[in-house]
């Protein structure tokens, strides 16, 4: 489903991580760093959904361990029965919670899952609106791909195309670039046959878009890249894009 809002109306912020942040980078908080940092207040309230990996407990505590003291951290569970019942998933309750962060962190999993259970829940609307009025939605893997159109996801066994992503970003998607043996061919093989141009991005970057804009590319390990990759003439042509490295310029660089 995609956004019929006029693209110049859109005040938030979309931070696609091909992998890293918390669930991935224990010891190099740099990506989630510049997430936080984007917030227009200080402590930022961030709401982890973790719909991906079926609210995963672990991936949960992983959450809460990053970033309990540094920010005003909550959740927004919806297969776990038991959270389900303390706040009901209804659209006017998700909408409420969600209207009061400043950042929606959506975890890793099956995309394709997750899709579904949002839009039997309205999230999908209602962060949308939430992206228009000018919150700042971030994840990581299936986090990615959620925001696009169309993506190369694992969620249906191989690496697949998804087909029916959420549209806020135009084009396609591919995390863990360099993280998952198969992914660049599987991705170049998709455009090829028709998928969408897009992006891809490693372990360790992350694309930074204001409203549907890609505005730059940042990473937490000095060797991780994003790309650009379209059809040109029958071939796929895969063009590296200008990253800024967040750590300092003397550590790091083997990471």
Known sequence: MGSHVSREKISGRIVALGGGGFSMELDNSLLDDFILSLAPSQPARICFVPTASSDSAAYLLKFYRAFSGRAIATDLTLSDQAAVARRPAHSSEIQSHIASQDIIYVGGGNTANLLAIWRAHSVDQVLRDAWVQGKILCGISAGMICWFHDGLTDSFGGLDPLGDGLGFLDGSACPHYDGEKGRPDAYRKAIKDGMQ?????????????HGAELVEVVTSRKKAAAYRLELVNGEVIETP???????????????
Do not use: C, K, T, W
């Not at 141009?197 to 878009?209: I, K, S």
């Not at 490295?245 to 083997?254: E, F, I, N, P, T």
């Open 241 to 255: 894009l200008e990253a800024r490295y967040l750590g300092s310029s003397d550590v790091g660089a083997s990471a």
């Open 197 to 209: 141009p897009g992006y891809a991005a490693d372990d360790g970057a992350a694309l930074h878009f």
